[in-house]
């Protein structure tokens, strides 16, 4: 099965503006999971969507949104971006089997805000 | 919410001796704690998880042992080798089938040296 993918790998953007962040989910998983890396927090869960409806939610501010599609496809989107915004944004997919619930990450894209 | 701490920060071995990396976590209802490895420039990795009916877990040179009471588990790396060196995230999360939000400690980077 091919991994989870994201696009772009690499993004600059300037403070103010909005950006849009896309995963394509390992088939047959459903659930979409976004982590925000940085190196003074760490990695930190923004939310997780499952068949299209948010399920879960970090401590983000309302700048950070996203949604899921009907095949698990999923966007984040970040408005009015600040200085701070700029990290290595993360998506995990992951299926639930068995009482087993593994993420599997992808390569994330990387956000410079300037 | 979950609050999970990582020691060392840092750590540094010789080839073919042990490693360590300890994590404690707050909420105790917690019950899966999954092992990433990241290297530079890599998506994270998942390199061995337990579920909190289980004490000790093995695989090859890889172990993750839990001690629920305590509310601690510790990765341990036997033989290490260059190609261990990275940094090593600790994990926990609430598995219900209702969702996997991981909440992850601050890392440890590893270098196994020659």
């Known amino acids: 099965k091919a991994g989870v993918t994201q696009t772009p790998r690499y993004l600059i953007k300037t403070r103010g503006q909005q950006v849009t962040l896309s995963c394509s989910p390992i088939s047959g998983h459903r659930s979409v999971s976004w982590y925000q890396q940085t190196p003074g927090q760490g990695l930190q869960f923004l939310f997780e969507?499952?068949?299209?409806?948010?399920?879960n939610k970090g401590n983000f501010p309302g700048r950070f949104s996203g949604r899921q599609f009907s095949n698990s496809r999923s966007e984040m989107n970040v408005s009015t971006l600040e200085l701070g915004d700029s990290a290595l944004y993360l998506c995990?997919?992951?299926?639930?089997?068995?009482?087993?619930?593994?993420?599997?990450f992808g390569p994330g894209t990387r956000l410079l805000v300037l | 919410g979950e609050n999970v701490e990582q020691h060392p920060s840092t750590l540094s071995v010789q080839e073919g001796d042990s490693a360590v990396i300890k994590c404690t976590y707050s909420d105790s209802a917690s019950n899966y704690f999954p092992w990433y490895k990241q290297e530079l420039g890599k998506r994270p990795q998942l390199i061995i998880d337990?579920?909190?009916?289980?004490g000790e877990k093995k695989d090859q040179r890889i172990a993750v042992t839990l001690n629920k009471t305590a509310k601690h588990f510790s990765l341990h790396i036997t033989e290490t080798q260059p190609e261990d060196s990275a940094v090593y995230f600790c994990a926990a999360s609430i598995l219900t089938g209702g969702g996997n939000k991981l909440t992850f400690g601050t890392g440890t980077q590893l270098k196994v040296e020659l």
């Open positions: 995990a997919s992951s299926s639930w089997r068995g009482s087993q619930e593994t993420q599997y």
């Open positions: 969507y499952f068949s299209e409806t948010q399920r």
């Open positions: 337990i579920r909190s009916n289980v």
